[in-house]
T-cell receptor, first 111, second 111 residues
Framework: NAGVTQTPKFRVLKTGQSMTLLCAQD?????MYWYRQDPGMGLRLIHY???????AKGEVPDGYNVSRLKKQNFLLGLESAAPSQTSVYFC??????????FGPGTRLTVT | SQQGEEDPQALSIQEGENATMNCSYK?????LQWYRQNSGRGLVHLIL?????REKHSGRLRVTLDTSKKSSSLLITASRAADTASYFC???????????FGTGTRLKVLA
């Protein structure tokens, strides 16, 4: 039981490049979330999904897209990376009691 | 900003002392949760308190919730060096599946 996994762990992009972050969970959870964490800002919700085939916007969705084609996977895409998207990205899934289980994070630097 | 606020931002105590941190939030909630984050790692769920509960215990953790003041406190008793981490509160907004995280309290426990 791996819980929530994220790939890659680190990535450096040049401005304008695109990439996809993958989140996978093996707990059969319906709800999944993508957050970004910046120094002194706590976690901010980017997008979330309440089930396979559904997505919804969070607090800071601009510049990101997501897809939930399979229940266990939640993908976060950056179509044209900007330096303001330099951050640590966390994926989480939600258990039946409302608690969230977090992945280890992806550290992204955009130059 | 929709984010909650934690107080204090940083706290340094001696091993064996108690640590108290506070969280204030802005919206009506279903529940409030506390998470721990060790440096460079993902968040780990500690405890969840529902909006109709006033106090909850889990091991050395005690959480209180005052919905009239929109505030919560986390007490860690008999702290240990291993408790050194950042602590975040997260609120589940009523009527949504979204979570709003506070800005965190950095706790340092000195051996």
């Amino acid at each position: 039981n791996a819980g929530v996994t994220q790939t890659p762990k680190f990535r450096v992009l040049k401005t304008g490049q695109s990439m996809t972050l993958l989140c996978a969970q093996d707990m059969n959870h319906e709800y999944m979330y993508w957050y970004r964490q910046d120094p002194g800002m706590g976690l901010r919700l980017i997008h979330y999904s309440v089930g396979e085939g559904t997505t919804a916007k969070g607090e800071v969705p601009d510049g990101y897209n997501v897809s939930r084609l399979k229940k266990q996977n939640f993908l976060l895409g950056l179509e044209s990376a900007a330096p303001s998207q330099t951050s640590v990205y966390f994926c989480a899934s939600r258990g039946k009691g409302g608690e969230q289980y977090f992945g280890p994070g992806t550290r992204l630097t955009v130059t | 900003s929709q984010q909650g606020e934690e107080d204090p931002q940083a706290l340094s105590i001696q091993e064996g002392e108690n640590a108290t941190m506070n969280c204030s939030y802005k919206t009506s909630i279903n529940n409030l949760q506390w998470y721990r984050q060790n440096s460079g790692r993902g968040l780990v769920h500690l405890i969840l308190i529902r909006s109709n509960e006033r106090e909850k215990h889990s091991g050395r953790l005690r959480v209180t919730l005052d919905t009239s003041k929109k505030s919560s406190s986390l007490l860690i008793t008999a702290s240990r060096a291993a408790d050194t981490a950042s602590y975040f509160c997260a609120t589940a907004t009523s009527g949504t599946y979204k979570y709003i995280f506070g800005t965190g309290t950095r706790l340092k426990v000195l051996a």
